[in-house]
């Protein structure tokens, strides 16, 4: 399974890269695996603020329903509009083109609380 080593992961399966105080934020290989063809994703809005582990929005396959999570706390920047049109992306491309949203990050020492591409492999393995 990809496990990119540029970013950090949380227990609900959400990845982030972080450049600078903006974090991207999408969902796992694994995550929309155990999900299977995502088919309506439900983004957050520009400019709304959240706090670290708050719902953001929701991601809707043809098996289930699942809660999005803020990584971090701050405020929506960006969100992939294209996901709207094709909520696929997160299936073929969950760590590029299925990118889900941008936040500034306002409390950027939350990321400490995150898993490095090692600790959630070992997660991933501990649920096996």
Not at 91 to 96: V, W
């Amino acid at each position: 399974m990809n496990i990119p080593s540029d970013r950090l992961y949380t227990d609900t399966h959400e990845w982030v890269n972080v450049s600078g105080d903006v974090a991207t934020v999408g969902i796992t290989e694994h995550a929309q695996r155990e999900l299977s063809d995502i088919v309506y994703i439900e983004l957050p809005k520009v400019g709304e603020r959240f706090n670290q582990k708050a719902v953001v929005g929701v991601v809707e396959s043809v098996k289930a329903a699942s809660d999005l999570y803020a990584p971090v706390s701050g405020e929506i920047l960006a969100v992939n509009t294209q996901l709207v049109e094709q909520p696929s992306l997160i299936n073929s491309n969950p760590y590029g083109e299925g990118w889900i949203f941008k936040m500034k990050m306002t409390n950027p020492d939350e990321l400490s609380s995150l898993k490095d591409a090692e600790a959630y492999q070992e997660l991933l393995q501990d649920k096996e």
